[in-house]
């Protein structure tokens, strides 16, 4: 167990003394810090409401965007920018007696959710060239002339995958957190808002929405993390795997909505990555698809990616790469 150790760590070591792999840090904490600087200019987050009138100002708010929208008259060419949907969100707060708190750390970890599409992309990246780079810089045959079997070379590998993609997502969260705690201060350690829930407000706690905003991403990008994978081994080639992982990845979803009316077409790994469609009282994608029935099907999809990797990496021969 020490020697699969030790493979992880040199995985590990290797991905992380690349300068590329600083530079894509780098570049998701300026990302963040954009964001930050974007949303502390553009979108009044000061305005926390938290007065003794704070019923108040949420009234005189619904009858500003009302004033709004009355006058938003397209036939002459008057467009007026208002929100109907905050005049719903003002009343949860008025007819259950919840102040407003201001917007925080959490809360922009909350957004920041969107970010794990670039996680994945960076993880597609490594895990496409863990093995291809292997055969393309000829590495591979030092690799496997060591006491070790290529099952746990292999695993080695899939996991440091694995782990590259915590590493990143911890990253994430804790850079939006500490980002988001210098420009919009912290609204407590685990602060309670009113957010569209399935159509509906409901005021929920952030930390738990974090959780779960990120665990449905987390499925997806363990999926493609391991489509990626498994393209690197099968082909040998990272820009192959990078490409074809991106673009289903870019492309997952309307691949899905364009079979969705296909009886099969619930088979499809991106109708199934996407769990968040069974919460809150969504409505999934395609009829009769249940969450059990999701993760069946992703269960099968990993396997087979799984054992796709195993066979073509352990029986291939090297002897003339």
């Not at 990616?305 to 790469?321: E, P, Y």
């Amino acid at each position: 167990m020490s020697n699969f150790f030790s493979l992880i760590y040199n995985e590990l070591s290797k991905i992380y003394i690349l300068k590329s792999t600083w530079i894509m840090y780098i570049a998701l904490a300026l990302l963040i810090i954009g964001g930050a600087a974007l949303t502390s200019v553009f979108d009044n987050t000061g305005e926390a409401h938290e007065t003794d009138d704070w019923r108040e100002v949420l009234q005189e708010e619904n009858e500003e965007i009302q004033q709004q929208m009355e006058e938003n008259d397209p036939e002459s060419g008057v467009y007026v920018t208002a929100n109907p949907n905050q005049i719903e969100r003002n009343n949860y707060h008025l007819e259950n007696d919840i102040e407003p708190i201001g917007y925080g750390a959490w809360q922009y970890v909350q957004e920041n959710q969107g970010l794990l599409s670039i996680v994945s992309l960076l993880t597609i990246i490594v895990a496409a060239g863990i093995i291809a780079n292997e055969f393309r810089w000829g590495t591979i045959k030092l690799l496997l002339i060591r006491p070790l079997s290529r099952t746990k070379i292999l695993a080695s590998k899939y996991v440091s995958v694995l782990l590259f993609a915590l590493f990143t997502l911890l990253f994430v969260l804790l850079f939006s957190w500490i980002t988001g705690a210098l420009f919009f201060g912290l609204e407590g350690a685990n602060p309670y808002v009113v957010q569209n829930q399935g159509g509906s407000y409901e005021y929920v706690s952030v930390i738990m929405e974090i959780v779960s905003s990120y665990g449905y991403g987390l499925v997806n990008l363990v999926m493609m993390a391991t489509f990626a994978f498994m393209i690197s081994s099968v082909f040998r080639n990272s820009a192959l795997a990078i490409g074809i992982a991106v673009f289903l990845m870019m492309a997952g979803n309307m691949i899905a909505a364009f079979f969705a009316d296909y009886a099969w077409g619930k088979y499809i790994l991106f109708a199934n990555t996407d769990l968040s469609q069974y919460a809150n009282s969504n409505t999934p994608w395609i009829e009769d698809m249940t969450l059990g029935f999701s993760i069946t099907v992703l269960c099968v999809y990993y396997v087979v990616f799984i054992l796709l990797s195993w066979v073509f990496f352990t029986k291939r021969d090297v002897a003339g790469q």
